[in-house]
């Protein structure tokens, strides 16, 4: 509903008991400034901008919610409530984010773009988190660093073929000249070893 209206950025609100089964990420999140913690709903109130009564109904509601299983939004679970004022509090903001691409352009195995039909898109290639067809519907975290030095190493290698082979073609230009006096434009040999 939020995201619906625009309201951002949305609050993380972890209680006593939440924070103490997620201690070590607690810890971590709030070493890095991402993470406040509170002593009290009064000082969480306090951080909010809100009276406190505010927050005690938000948290009446929300236990009731938990306690009947009856979500407007459709949540199905609800882990270590009920929520009181009384407690103590580590709150972290969370704003969108354009997190990992999941899927992207089509490659064949040298990198190379594929249009619709399969064909290679000549002399264009992909690497990184915008290369598709690796993951499937999700990914495994840290694998957008393996995406870049694969497909970098591998899109980089296709492509130099690629430059060196239009080169000793003479359809692009190589360099403009060498101590020995010879032109660029003729034939180049080219051996590309991939480890």
């Known amino acids: 509903e939020l995201q619906k209206r625009n309201k951002y950025p949305y609050r993380l609100v972890l209680n006593g008991a939440a924070s103490k089964e997620i201690e070590w990420h607690v810890k971590h999140y709030q070493g890095r400034g991402l993470m406040k913690h509170f002593e009290t709903g ?5 951080e909010f901008g809100i009276p406190i009564s505010n927050l005690d109904k938000c948290f009446k509601e929300y236990n ?5 299983k009856k979500d407007p939004y459709g949540k199905k679970f609800f882990a270590n409530t009920p929520f009181s004022t009384n407690d103590y509090f ?3 903001v969370i704003t969108p984010v354009i997190h990992y691409c999941m899927g992207g352009i089509t490659i064949g195995t040298g990198g190379e773009v594929l ?13 990184g988190e915008v290369a598709g067809g690796v993951h499937g519907l999700n990914r495994l975290g840290g694998s957008s660093l393996l995406d870049c030095v694969v497909f970098g190493r591998v899109s980089g ?3 130099a073929t690629y430059l060196l082979n239009q080169i000793s073609q003479g359809d692009i230009a190589g360099p403009a000249s060498s101590k020995s006096g010879g032109g660029g434009g003729g034939p180049v040999p080219v051996s590309v070893t991939v480890d």
Request: hydrophobic share 40%.
């Open 64 to 68: 009731e919610i938990a306690r009947t």
């Open 115 to 127: 249009k619709k039909n399969g064909d290679p898109i000549e002399g264009l290639f992909s690497a």
């Open 90 to 92: 580590y709150v972290g």
């Open 42 to 46: 009064a000082d969480l109130a306090k």
């Open 157 to 159: 290698a296709s492509s």
